[in-house]
């Protein structure tokens, strides 16, 4: 069954949300797992896209946004609209919903920041995992 971890941030940087995003594909990416990275928008993809080539000095994450990808895609791929064929080891949420496809996943993190309404809806997604029995895992960060 999947495994579900929130990632709570301390303070309300949405900018946060993503350089953790970035932080756990590569660590993701270190133990030799495929990672699919589910945003809200088109435009938050694009955001995600630069930000994993530049989230520290020296990174490098091989990736791509999901609608670009052409043969054998990489390791890290980021979407909105699509629900992944491949990359089903670790799913990180940056978006407002469960997605429907979250089951085929050995794992998701769902990142929280701080602010008020994102607070709301990942308590919703909390009740959802909890009512249907998923193990679920919380992580409060520090600043």
Not at 57 to 84: K, M, Q, R, T, W
Request: with cysteine; hydrophobic share 35%.
């Amino acid at each position: 069954m999947t495994r579900i971890d929130f990632y709570i941030l301390p303070d309300q940087d949405p900018a946060q949300r993503s350089v953790l995003a970035c932080r756990l594909a590569e660590k993701a990416y270190t133990q030799g797992l495929a990672t699919y990275i589910h945003t809200a928008s088109d435009q938050e993809c694009r955001v995600l896209d630069d930000l994993l080539w530049t989230f520290r000095e020296g990174s490098f994450l091989p990736h791509c946004v999901h609608a670009d990808a052409e043969g054998e895609p990489p390791p890290i791929l980021v979407g909105h609209d699509v629900e992944p064929e491949t990359h089903t080891d670790l799913l990180i949420n940056l978006a407002q919903a469960v997605p429907l496809f979250f089951g085929r996943f050995q794992r998701v993190a769902e990142i929280v920041d701080r602010q008020d309404e994102l607070l709301e809806q990942a308590r919703q997604r909390y009740l959802f995992y909890k009512e249907r029995g998923y193990e679920l895992h919380s992580h409060h960060l520090k600043g």
